[in-house]
């Protein structure tokens, strides 16, 4: 017993000492970290190129968004068979175009249209439509928006792919403002290899990485790469959003993920490094607050118009 006591004697005021320094830094990261300095710094993302409004990834969706005020385009890219880096958010395209098809499979010029009507998929029920169902060519949305920042996301580890987006990137001198993002850790790796140049966002993996450094008090001595944390909000799924995974379908689950990742503490221990939050995808005004509020930097929408009211509505108001 007098062992125990001993010990306890040393351990207290050393755990004590070791939180009282964690939060010291958590709450002052301009001691150890040099503030992150990105080119742009954007509070309105137009997702799939504001795919509630228009069809999805189209140029026509780009133009809108574009035209609505949105500060940043997030889009997916894959390879045709011939080699162009188009603008697609699956590889397979029967949901999209209604043919059990793979981009990698088919020319450029054999691709299919989009859907007359398409599904929102963060908002069930609800669908969109345009007079535009031409799947884009990345190297047009670079070519028409020169100086609007783009959120590349990659999804497949494809080194031909991510060389090919580098080389477009740097053809349009566009490196400061276009980002790597991708659930895989592997990918952005090899994204970064590629150009490094490029600003780069978590991917799920260092994301949980980011939580567990948190929640045991190491963040604020950790160094980070990343200059974005893209992150679902979490209140959307079930309402908005039905998500594919059961585990998700579970009610206690998504409360479980809304209280663990939802901090105010880490996002602005986040945001005082420079690196910029963006949450997805909020396609109610609720949703639009709610992320606000919890200190995103960037919103992210199917709706832009939606979006840019409620930002005009929220500066007047201010």
């Known amino acids: 017993m007098g062992t125990m006591a001993s010990y306890l004697y040393y351990l207290l005021p050393a755990v004590g000492g070791y939180a009282l320094t964690s939060l010291y830094f958590l709450r002052n990261p301009h001691i150890l970290h040099k503030r992150k300095k990105t080119a742009f710094h954007c509070t309105h993302i137009s997702h799939r190129g504001g795919c509630g409004e228009r069809i999805e990834n189209t140029m026509e969706a ?14 997916d890219c894959h390879l045709t068979k011939d080699g162009h880096v188009v603008v697609s958010h699956d590889e397979e395209l029967l949901r999209q175009t209604g043919h059990n098809v793979s981009i990698s499979s088919l020319n ?11 599904e929102v998929t963060f908002k069930t029920g609800h669908y969109s439509t345009g007079s535009e169902r031409n ?20 999804k497949e580890d494809n080194s031909s792919l991510i060389g090919k987006i580098s080389d477009l990137v740097k053809k349009y001198n566009r ?16 994204c970064c290899k590629v150009n490094p140049s490029m600003p780069y966002s978590f991917s799920l993996k260092r994301g949980l990485l980011l939580l567990l450094s948190y929640y045991t008090g ?28 059961w585990i998700l379908k579970n009610s206690f689950v998504v409360f479980l993920i809304d209280r663990l990742t939802m901090r105010k503490g880490m996002f602005k221990h986040l945001r005082e490094r420079g690196i910029q939050i ?7 005004e609720q949703d639009i607050e709610a992320a606000f509020s919890l200190g995103a930097t960037g919103v992210m929408s199917d709706y832009p118009s939606l979006l840019s009211n409620y930002i005009k509505t929220r500066k007047q108001a201010n």
């Open 62 to 75: 780009f133009t809108h968004a574009v035209d609505m005020g949105t500060e940043m385009l997030e889009l």
């Open 108 to 118: 450029l010029e054999d691709l299919p249209l989009y859907k007359e009507t398409l």
């Open 135 to 154: 799947i884009a060519l990345l190297e047009d949305v670079f070519r028409k928006f020169p100086h609007i920042p783009v959120n590349i996301e990659v």
């Open 175 to 190: 490196e400061g403002i276009s980002v790597w993002a991708s659930e895989k850790s592997t990918i952005i790796a090899q």
């Open 218 to 245: 190491l963040l604020p001595f950790v160094p980070l790469g990343e200059s974005f944390l893209q992150f679902y909000l979490p209140q959307i799924i079930n309402r908005a959003f039905t998500p594919d995974t």
């Open 278 to 284: 963006h949450l997805f995808v909020c396609n109610e």
